[in-house]
């Protein structure tokens, strides 16, 4: 899955150029990237298929050329991930009705990667003998509104578990009661199931939807017309809050895959190189004074920046926007783009 915007990572991430298509971190790989790398190992090449924004198709043809173009589905317009979900497991099972599905977003850090295979197999596994919905589980390490909750049902000597409650993004004193509790788990928001299974659920849950993609002849010239002729009736909902937190049959698999979905600057702090004053420079020509725990990304590798005094910032200059905040107002950038939308022609900076 890869059509989000990223609009918490402005100024770099931006509509034409969202944070899945950059080298977040400085490792030479854009996100994508890493996460088909990761993928691959066990994913022949022909069976890995993107679903992305129409407006990504030919970026994603670019730095994925590994792909066959054929794979690199275009939405024409962001549904949330219900539907993409069925879409993809519709064209999938188009092809081969006994498939089983991994759905992976495309900008998450895994530094784990042979625990990840290892718990992926294993998810395949289940999902190939078993009508399955899974799920990978993390432990969570702090009480974060931003993530999924799972409350698991504990069993012995089991290498996963079945789901009691699935709950999406709750409110801060919900969150801390899950931390306190010690049976939730952060849902990564990895999916493994079998097509049939998946698309039963859909049947149960989401019947609407369901009925509406029935009338697609996928993997056809035809299959595109379809879809822009379905997308614009279809509900705007999770798999999340639409199926996984309906289903009797949800199972996770908890796994320490040194694990973080980005989503934040903040984030990208926390899983960066950083120097003897703890700021994590990816830019050259940067000189710090009595400046720490900041991140400092200058696009333009010709520019040189001069920090002073400066502590827990973010600071990211592009060749359209620089962005000066505390790192503990990172969740605020999303208003910070509000605000400058409504500046005269403010949109050339997004």
């Not at 770099?12 to 088909?36: A, E, H, N, V």
């Amino acid at each position: 899955m890869a059509g989000g915007i990223g609009s918490r990572f402005w100024p770099l991430s931006t509509q034409k150029y969202p944070k899945q298509f950059q080298d977040i971190l400085g490792t030479g790989r854009t996100m994508i990237q890493q996460t088909y790398d990761r993928i691959s190992q066990i994913v022949p090449a022909e069976n890995i298929y993107v679903i992305t924004n129409s407006e990504y198709v030919s970026l994603t043809e670019q730095q994925l050329p590994e792909i066959n173009q054929a794979n690199i589905v275009g939405e024409p317009m962001m549904k949330n991930t219900a539907a993409c979900n069925i879409y993809m497991a519709k064209k999938i099972a188009a092809k081969n009705p006994n498939a089983n599905m991994i759905v992976l977003p495309a900008d998450h850090l895994i530094l784990k990667e042979k625990t990840f295979l290892e718990k992926v197999e294993l998810a395949f596994n289940l999902a190939s003998q078993n009508d399955f919905l899974i799920t990978l589980g993390i432990t969570p390490t702090r009480p974060d509104t931003g993530f999924g909750y799972i409350q698991f049902l504990e069993t012995e000597n089991s290498d996963y578990f079945k789901v009691k409650t699935f709950t999406e993004k709750p409110d801060l004193e919900i969150a801390e009661s899950f931390l306190e509790s010690g049976d939730f788990l952060w849902n990564a928001g990895i999916f493994i199931w079998n097509t049939k299974s998946i698309l039963a659920a859909f049947e149960e849950y989401l019947q609407d939807m369901s009925q509406q993609f029935i009338s697609c002849e996928y993997n056809t010239d035809e299959e595109a017309t379809c879809i822009e002729t379905i997308y614009p009736k279809v509900a705007k909902i999770s798999i999340d809050n639409g199926i996984l937190e309906k289903a009797q049959n949800v199972y996770v698999i908890p796994a320490d895959l040194g694990w973080s979905d980005l989503g934040t600057w903040t984030s990208v702090f926390e899983n960066s190189k950083k120097d003897e004053n703890k700021n994590a420079i990816q830019s050259k020509n940067v000189l710090t004074y009595h400046t720490q725990g900041n991140i400092i990304q200058i696009k333009n590798k010709n520019k040189a920046a001069i920090i002073d005094g400066l502590k827990d910032y973010i600071i990211v200059d592009t060749d359209k926007a620089l962005l000066i905040c505390p790192r503990k107002n990172d969740q605020r950038i999303k208003e910070y783009i509000h605000d400058l939308k409504s500046i005269k022609k403010g949109d050339k900076f997004l």
